[in-house]
C-alpha cells in the first residue's frame, strides 16, 4: 500500500519526525510526539491545496441520510465536496504541489479520516509535481465549492456525513 505526503517543497529526501503542537484528547497526546505523518490514497484530495488552506471536505458513510447528502453533497455522483472560501481561490488554482509516495509498511494506521504515522524518519520512494490542483480534484470525483466564509459550515459536524476540517484556523473569523 502506498501512502502520501503533499508539499510545496520539491526537493524532500528524507522525512525526519516532526514535534506537533495541536490540542489533543486525552489518551492521544502521543500524536504531538515527533511524527511523520502520511495520508492513504482514498482520503489523499483533502490535501491538495496549499498547505494554509483552509478547508471543509465532507463524504457520506454507510450510515449517511438522504437528506444529509442531498444537502451538503447534492445529486452529483461524487465522491466528497471540499468547501474553499473565496479568499483562497486564486492561491489554490495556481498552487503547486509534491506527492511523495512513501512506503506503507513503516507507518501505522490511526483510523482517522486515511491518517498514518510514523515514529521514524522516511524516505520517499517518488515524487510526482501537481501543477493544476483543480483538475487533480476533479480527477480524484471532488467537487470543490467556492463559499464566501466557511462558517456557516460548522454544522457539518452535526451530520451523519464524515466531515474533516483542515488549517480552519486560518479561515476568516473561525476562532472569534
Given at each position: 500500500?502506498n501512502?502520501y505526503h503533499?508539499?510545496?517543497d ?5 522525512f525526519?519526525p516532526r514535534?506537533?503542537?495541536s490540542v ?14 502520511a495520508i ?10 496549499p ?17 444529509d447528502?442531498d444537502?451538503?453533497m447534492?445529486?452529483l455522483?461524487v465522491?466528497?465536496?471540499?468547501y ?5 481561490e ?8 509534491h ?10 494506521c ?5 491518517m498514518?504515522?510514523c ?5 520517499p ?5 501537481i501543477?493544476?490542483?483543480?483538475r487533480?480534484?476533479?480527477?480524484s470525483?471532488?467537487?470543490?465549492r467556492?463559499?464566501?466564509s ?8 452535526d ?13 476568516i473569523?473561525w476562532?472569534e
Open positions: 500500500m501512502l503533499f508539499s510545496g520539491p526537493d524532500i529526501r528524507r525526519d514535534a506537533g503542537s489533543r484528547p486525552q489518551g492521544h497526546e502521543w500524536l504531538n510526539d515527533p511524527l511523520v505523518w492513504d490514497e482514498w482520503h489523499s484530495p483533502m490535501y491538495l491545496f498547505r494554509e488552506c483552509p478547508r471543509i471536505l465532507v463524504w457520506p458513510l454507510p450510515g449517511t441520510t438522504t437528506a447528502r444537502w451538503w447534492g445529486e455522483p465522491r466528497m465536496v471540499a474553499l472560501e473565496g479568499a483562497w486564486e492561491r489554490w488554482r495556481s498552487g503547486v504541489l506527492r511523495y509516495t512513501l512506503p506503507g509498511d513503516a507507518f501505522e490511526l483510523h482517522d479520516a486515511g498514518w504515522v515514529r521514524g524518519p522516511v524516505s520512494s517518488s515524487v510526482q509535481r501543477t493544476d490542483l483543480p487533480a480534484l476533479r480527477e470525483n471532488v467537487e470543490v467556492i463559499v464566501p466557511l462558517l456557516p459550515l460548522r454544522g457539518a459536524w451530520t451523519t456525513l464524515h466531515a474533516s476540517g483542515i488549517r480552519l484556523r486560518n479561515a473569523g476562532d
